[in-house]
């Protein structure tokens, strides 16, 4: 009797069944025995079974095994490969190894390895440290790994020590870099600072004065922690830019001690949720002229930079000069001439209260 065959879950006994059928019958009778056999065929089975060759019954079985094993064989070879990979507490004793993170650890050499066989971890203990611990038995052996042990803990706890020592003296020198830029002190302080801290901390704690030498305080790191601080800051702005509903600006131009014009802009925008911003979004120099034309094209390329879309510029504060206020050539000018050009509605109030 075959029975019939849907997929997966009876293949098994159809296979079986029809083994039996086949061995059982004589050799002219298998034709029609595989028609019969065709006949059982239904759902998943018939459609795997759809436009092949199932004349003979060796082809037919492999293509039923073909598409109905695989799955079953790979996940039972996965939990036989598990089985295998797991940690036995014996092998510290036989070959000083621990787990460790996931891995199989040394406690000789500190050496580890991956794949969690007995096979590796012995023949790593009998190639390396067989010779010189094969005689240590007993309590001896027990003493000499409760002593790997504690080694290794107190290595581990120097590591992690020495991080959080090392991280903390580089928040420091952020922390110090920052104090400078707010306060408007030059980078070359720092060195100045250092020494008085170093000074300090003889005075009080003498015991500390290598943590404090530690910290990176010199010129150059000032300058670095400085621009990463101030790239920081920039790119918070731009990421909050595109949630700005409207914003206004104000621009300040004034020339510094070498004779090179600097130009301040600064943002205040609001979003959706009502809240407000309010940065220094960029600072150009502009060497030679200052006309409106030069700050309104410098005033574009920042734009462009933050993403800030002319569209939704607002209002418009100067510091007043005539190359800012100017109706036809001054940059307010300039930028209405745009904003008119390009169809936006105009609503853009002037002040010149930054005097
Ligand atoms: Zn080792």
């Known amino acids: ?38 006949t059982k065929l239904f759902d998943q089975a018939l459609n795997v079974c759809l ?59 500190n050496k580890t390895i991956t794949v969690m066989k ?3 971890v012995r023949r790593h203990y009998d ?34 020590s020495q991080n959080t020592r090392n991280e903390a003296s580089v928040r420091a020198s952020y922390v110090v870099a920052e104090m400078l830029a707010k306060n408007n002190r030059p980078f070359t302080d720092i060195e100045f600072f250092k020494k008085c801290m170093l000074a300090v901390t003889n005075e009080v704690c003498p015991e500390k004065i290598k943590l404090f030498g530690e910290i990176s305080l010199s010129t150059r790191t000032c300058v670095r922690r400085t621009e990463e601080l101030g790239n920081n800051l920039f790119s918070q702005l731009k990421d909050i830019i595109p949630s700005l509903d409207c914003f206004s600006i104000a621009i300040d131009e004034s020339t510094d001690i070498s004779d090179t014009a600097q130009l301040l802009i600064f943002i205040r925008g609001i979003d959706k949720e009502f809240n407000i911003y309010e940065e220094l979004a960029d600072m150009c120099s502009i060497k030679g002229t200052t006309t409106g034309e030069d700050i309104f094209k410098n005033i574009e390329n920042s734009f462009e930079k933050l993403g800030l879309l002319l569209k939704k510029l607002i209002s418009i ?24 050009d390009n169809k936006f509605e105009i609503y853009v109030p002037i002040s010149d209260v930054l005097k």
């Not at 159809?14 to 029609?32: M, Q």
């Not at 504060?317 to 008119?340: A, E, L, P, Q, Y």
């Open 1 to 38: 009797m075959i029975p019939t065959c849907t997929g997966e879950r009876d293949v098994y006994q159809f296979i079986k069944a029809c083994d039996l059928a086949c061995s059982a019958v004589e050799k002219d009778d298998l034709p029609i025995l595989m028609k019969f056999d065709n």
């Open 118 to 120: 007995e096979y590796n």
């Open 51 to 109: 436009y092949r060759d199932m004349s003979d019954w060796e082809g037919m079985k492999l293509i039923l095994l073909d598409a109905f094993e695989p799955q079953r064989l790979t996940s039972s070879l996965q939990i036989a490969l598990n089985s295998h990979c797991i940690f036995k507490e014996d092998w510290t004793e036989l070959f000083f190894f621990i787990e460790h993170g996931g891995k199989l650890l040394c406690l000789i050499c």
């Open 317 to 340: 504060t100067t510091d007043g000069g005539k190359n800012m206020s100017g109706i036809h050539k001054g940059f307010v000018g300039r930028i209405k001439t745009k904003m008119i």
């Open 127 to 160: 190639n390396e440290h067989k010779a010189k611990f094969e005689n240590l038995t007993g309590e001896l052996r027990q003493n000499k790994i409760k002593h790997f042990l504690t080694s290794l803990s107190s290595q581990q706890n120097i590591f992690k």
